[in-house]
């Protein structure tokens, strides 16, 4: 059974930088795509980035220039660097992915998912 475990949650202030990680256990092969997501109380989910095996990587225009996805396949672990937080980045954030997929794009359902792991940005 494959399993995602999220990590590196916390607060800061606004400007301030957080990176987050995602390693995902119990798989025979690498995840053919991971993304990432986060929801906030009274919001929708928001998948925010999404990351190929072939190191395809795409972003939601919100995060896009201040958030990086990567991965280190040797290790299993996936990464989001978060620079320039903003308070409206205030969220949990979900690791989720497939180790099989046709494609891999932000919008594309995902089999596992982690339990979250909660950002805190104040102004």
């Known amino acids: 059974q494959v399993t995602l475990v999220e990590s590196g949650g916390g607060s800061v202030q606004a400007g301030g930088s957080l990176r987050l990680t995602c390693v995902a256990s119990?798989?025979?092969?690498?995840?053919?795509?991971i993304g990432w997501s986060r929801q906030s109380p009274g919001k929708e989910r928001e998948v925010i980035a999404a990351?190929?095996?072939?190191?395809?990587?795409l972003y939601a225009n919100s995060v896009k220039g201040r958030f990086t996805i990567s991965q280190d396949l040797a290790k299993n672990t996936y990464y989001l660097q978060m620079n320039d937080l903003k308070p409206e980045d205030t969220a949990m954030y979900y690791c989720a992915g497939n180790v099989v997929a046709d494609v891999c794009e932000l919008d594309t359902g995902r089999d596992i998912w982690g339990q979250g792991t909660q950002v805190t940005v104040s102004s």
């Open positions: 990351i190929e095996y072939n190191e395809k990587t």
């Open positions: 119990g798989n025979s092969y690498n995840m053919y795509c």
